[in-house]
Structure formats: C-alpha cells, structure tokens
C-alpha cells in the first residue's frame, strides 16, 4: 500500500523560504514529484527526484532522502502567487501511477 | 510542455443521469492515460488507468461498470459516469503520458472537469 503524509497548511510572509516536508511508505518506489495546484485547476509538474539529494531549479529546490522515506520542498523568495496547494506523489515500480498526499495549501501574506 | 485538454470544463446534470467527459492530448500520442477523482480539501485519487485499445484498469473500490472508461484512440480518453448521483460531484482530472518524454516530467494533467450531480 502507499501512505504519503504531509502537513494541511502552512503559512509564510511574502520574500520569506517555506520548506514543506513529505514522508512516504510506499510498496515501491520508482521517483517522487512535487506539483502544484491552484484551487479548480489542474496540477503542474515542479520538481522529480529519484537519487538521494537536492535539485535545484529557481526559487523552488527538492530534497530526496530514499532510506529516510522523506523529501521536502522548499519554496524561496515566496510571491503572492505562490499562494496554492502542493502535493507530493510517489510513482510506483513496474507502473506509471502516482500516489499522491493530501497536499499542502500554502498561503502566502503580505 | 505538452498539453491535454479536458471537456466540458464545468458540468451539472440530474441524479440518474449519464455524463461523459473528455480527455484529448493534443501535441502527443498517449498511450496511457490516467482518470482521477479530487474532492473539495483532498488529494487527486486515482480511479483507472486506461490503457489505448485494451481495456482499463481500475483501483480497488471504484466500480468498472459506473465508470466506463474508453481509450479509442492515442490521443482520446473517455471516461462516462452512468446512473450519476450527487456523492458523485467532483472533479474530474484526467492525465496523459508521453512516453517519449523525459520520464521526469512524462505526465501531463488536463485542467479537470467540475462534475455537479443534483
């Protein structure tokens, strides 16, 4: 089975760094991604990791721990768009499916 | 990137009713396409995977013979929900994969479908 946590909110103040934390159990594992979602519309790719470590790409970095089950996201320089849920999703082995978490409304202030 | 379209966007029909939606790729063949269902403060759930002329796959709890799902050709999924009730309002999200792409960004979302059942 798959169990994909991660927290229900978080909030942050415009130009500061959000780190939101994801840990997995999954039955396999074959690449964890991180999407984000405005309310009523669908999911855009952020980021993938499949070896441990940390991708960079703009404002955005992703960090993969496989032994740990975990991975964060970590938003810098947070804009007032940036406001919006992210969901973490583990593809499977052998398959093309995603699990996804419940996601992480994130809501940025002025 | 590539893009998948969704129709009708927005979608409200009686309890009893059958309402069909559409999942195109549009610059890409797709062979595999995913149906999922989001309700308000939830994650995407996967319901099928659907796979170009053979038939769906479906995850355990979601019933094949409400949600049929056809996969006619490399660039249109349907997915059709008979007899809808209203425990059956969602949104409907349908990805697509390009199996040519990078497998770290080979599945593209379509914008979803808001499904209202009264």
């Known amino acids: 089975g798959q169990n994909i946590d991660q927290p229900t909110e978080m909030t942050a103040t415009e130009g500061a760094i959000v780190q939101i934390n994801c840990t997995y159990q999954?039955?396999?594992?074959?690449?964890l991604f991180w999407y984000q979602q405005h309310a009523g519309e669908a999911p855009t790719f952020l980021s993938y990791?499949?070896?441990?470590g940390l991708e960079e790409k703009g404002r955005f970095s992703s960090f993969l721990s496989r032994s740990k089950g975990y991975s964060y996201l970590l938003l810098k320089e947070l804009q007032m768009k940036d406001s919006a849920s992210y969901l973490c999703a583990v593809r499977g082995v052998n398959d093309y499916k995603l699990s996804f978490g419940a996601g992480t409304t994130v809501t940025v202030r002025a | 990137g590539a893009v998948v379209s969704q129709h009708p966007s927005r979608v409200i029909c009686k309890s009893g009713t059958s309402v069909k939606i559409e999942c195109r790729s549009l610059?890409?063949?797709?062979?595999?396409m995913f149906w999922y269902r989001q309700f308000p403060k939830q994650s995407l759930m996967l319901m099928a995977t659907s796979n170009e002329g053979s038939k769906a796959t479906y995850e355990q709890g979601v019933e094949k013979d409400k949600f049929l799902i056809n996969h006619a050709s490399l660039t249109l999924s349907t997915l059709t929900v008979t007899s809808a009730h209203p425990e059956d309002s969602s949104f409907y999200i349908c990805?697509?994969?390009?199996?040519?792409?990078?497998?770290?960004?080979?599945?593209?979302f379509g914008p979803g479908t808001r499904l209202t059942v009264l």
């Open positions: 990805s697509a994969r390009d199996h040519k792409a990078p497998t770290y960004n080979e599945q593209f």
């Open positions: 990791n499949v070896l441990d």
């Open positions: 610059d890409f063949q797709a062979t595999t």
């Open positions: 999954t039955s396999g594992f074959n690449g």
